[in-house]
T-cell receptor
Framework: DSGVTQTPKHLITATGQRVTLRCSPR?????VYWYQQSLDQGLQFLIQ???????AKGNILERFSAQQFPDLHSELNLSSLELGDSALYFC??????????????FGAGTRLSVL | ELKVEQNPLFLSMQEGKNYTIYCNYS?????LYWYRQDPGKSLESLFV?????AVKQEGRLMASLDTKARLSTLHITAAVHDLSATYFC?????????????FGTGTRLTIIP
């Protein structure tokens, strides 16, 4: 168990809908990262938050947004869903802030299926 | 843009044999990570390599880093079935606010009895 909790484990929804994925980081970790894993794109970085502030953005679609709350949990919002958004979405957390190793610990993922 | 390449993409090997997975990256990086992923599961951290010449070993797996060649290797010794998984290397830059991981394509390893 990595200590990173993601809910839900599975989501099945229809095109055009909106969903929210939730992540609770490991105790003491201030950085939260979101990644998307799909067969054609591999593992892609979406966005990073550190202590409530957005720190880095990857190839995240405008239809996607995220935030990190004062208790450090994070949510990834996906809207106007398309078939191509079906993927495994991972949250990871780390100490961040330039720590020497900064190992990212991954949650179990949320498998999103858009029908 | 930082790019990470792994080879081979697929590797099928017999139990008891040795093999090496290669990871090349395109620009200077501060940290090199190896992760393992079982089918449909999460990513498990195996090693983090921080400096040129770094070598880490855990059981039948050994990882090394050559920063001058921008190359890391994951060596498997006397493979056993339990090592069947997909292995990813990833790199990042030790720069506050820019610590995203850039992953390689992964190597799907299958150990045949």
């Amino acid at each position: 168990d990595s200590g990173v909790t993601q809910t839900p484990k599975h989501l099945i929804t229809a095109t055009g809908q909106r969903v929210t994925l939730r992540c609770s980081p490991r105790s003491g970790d201030l950085s939260v990262y979101w990644y998307q894993q799909s067969l054609d794109q591999g593992l892609q970085f979406l966005i990073q938050y550190y202590n409530g502030e957005e720190r880095a953005k990857g190839n995240i679609l405008e239809r996607f947004s995220a935030q990190q709350f004062p208790d450090l949990h994070s949510e990834l919002n996906l809207s106007s869903l398309e078939l191509g958004d079906s993927a495994l979405y991972f949250c990871a957390s780390s100490v961040g802030a330039g720590a020497a190793k900064n190992i990212q610990y991954f949650g179990a993922g949320t498998r999103l299926s858009v029908l | 843009e930082l790019k990470v390449e792994q080879n081979p993409l697929f590797l099928s090997m017999q139990e008891g044999k040795n093999y090496t997975i290669y990871c090349n990256y395109s620009t200077t990086s501060d940290r090199l990570y190896w992760y393992r992923q079982d089918p449909g599961k999460s990513l498990e951290s195996l090693f983090v390599l921080l400096s040129n010449g770094a070598v880490k070993q855990e059981g039948r797996l050994m990882a090394s880093l050559d920063t001058k060649a921008r190359l890391s290797t994951l060596h498997i010794t006397a493979a056993v079935h339990d090592l069947s998984a997909t292995y990813f290397c990833a790199v990042d830059i030790r720069d506050f606010g820019n610590e995203k991981l850039t992953f390689g394509t992964g190597t799907r390893l299958t150990i045949i009895p």
